[in-house]
């Protein structure tokens, strides 16, 4: 079992992209939801397709599996999608011993930009870039399976205070 800890933030600027080392584009249509885990598909680069299982109703840390899947299956799956299918462009920013992953949003959610790192303790404290904008871990409206379940586009893309394309 995979346990799976992060911080999540809004980005303020496009400051990040100058760092960029690689970047993917992912499609995830979630198969499940409930109260307290996830079924997703996620497609990348158009190649290939992982599914993954989220349980744990603390958005900080849950447990996690991963699972590779034939690309025809995922897309049979997506098809299937409760909700929103999100589509994002993945970027990697090396930072001071950590790595980033800013999703740029595409289709219903274009506009949002947020940042992630994924770190080995709950207690560790990460150094922020100066492009990193407001904390939002445990905010349940930026979760991306409520993003994809309650379609919450009008709200978190309206109102941002920095809009990266």
């Known amino acids: 079992m995979a346990k799976e800890i992060e911080r999540k933030y809004l980005v303020r600027t496009d400051g990040w992209r100058s ?16 109260k307290d885990r996830s079924v997703r598909v996620r497609i990348m ?21 991963e699972y590779d ?42 506009g949002l930009v947020v940042a992630e790192v994924e770190i080995a ?15 939002i871990t445990g905010d349940r409206r930026y979760s991306n399976v409520n993003m994809a379940v309650e379609d919450l586009s009008e709200e978190l893309v309206h109102g941002l ?3 990266a394309v």
């Open 121 to 135: 303790s709950e207690k560790d404290r990460p150094p922020l870039p100066d492009w990193i904008g407001k904390e």
């Open 45 to 65: 680069d158009g190649e290939r397709a992982k599914l993954t299982i989220k349980i744990g109703r603390d958005l900080f840390a849950r447990d996690e599996f």
């Open 69 to 110: 899947v034939p690309l025809a299956d995922a897309k049979e799956m997506a098809e299937q999608a409760l909700g929103v299918v999100l589509e994002k462009t993945r970027y990697f920013v090396p930072y001071e011993g950590y790595t980033w992953e800013v999703d740029v949003y595409a289709g219903a959610y274009a």
């Open 19 to 34: 760092g960029a080392s690689s970047s993917s584009s992912f499609l995830q249509a979630y198969i499940s939801s409930g």
């Open 161 to 163: 205070p920095f809009t």
